[in-house]
């Protein structure tokens, strides 16, 4: 499991950075891996935000396109989030996630096998 940190409370407009300490994951030295971030809010299923390839492809969930940058640095092995003009509609349990590739889409809940804690981000209106 990889644990995020950064989450909190922002009006809608502001800013906040998630992120995640992925050292620990050995998948990140494989060749082919996924690492993303998911979101879920009360009644919801789990959504794909951001994610990427080890071919360092990126993808975004329609919603957050233009606002949200998905991004690792791999001297500190930290997978970052950064959320701009929040809205409420962001609001919602975050959670980063990483796997072995396995040929579906890396913004797909089912391209990962285990979910560990998730940060609260809350953008009230």
């Known amino acids: 499991q990889i644990l995020p940190s950064g989450g909190g409370s922002a009006q809608a407009g502001g800013s906040l950075t998630l992120s995640c300490d992925y050292s620990?994951?050995?998948?990140?030295?494989?060749?082919?891996?996924?690492m993303a971030w998911f979101r879920q809010a009360p009644g919801k299923e789990r959504e794909g935000v951001a994610a990427?390839?080890?071919?360092?492809?990126?993808q975004y969930t329609e919603s957050v396109k233009g606002r949200f940058t998905i991004s690792q640095d791999n001297g500190t092995s930290t997978l970052y989030l950064q959320m701009n003009m929040l809205n409420p509609e962001d609001t919602a349990m975050y959670y980063c996630?990483?796997?072995?590739?396995?040929?579906?889409?890396?913004?797909?809940?089912?391209?990962?096998?285990?979910w560990g804690q998730g940060t609260q981000v809350t953008v009230s209106s």
């Open positions: 620990e994951y050995i998948y990140s030295r494989l060749s082919r891996y996924c």
């Open positions: 996630a990483a796997n072995r590739f396995l040929g579906i889409s890396c913004l797909s809940p089912m391209a990962y096998k285990s």
């Open positions: 990427f390839d080890s071919d360092d492809r990126t």
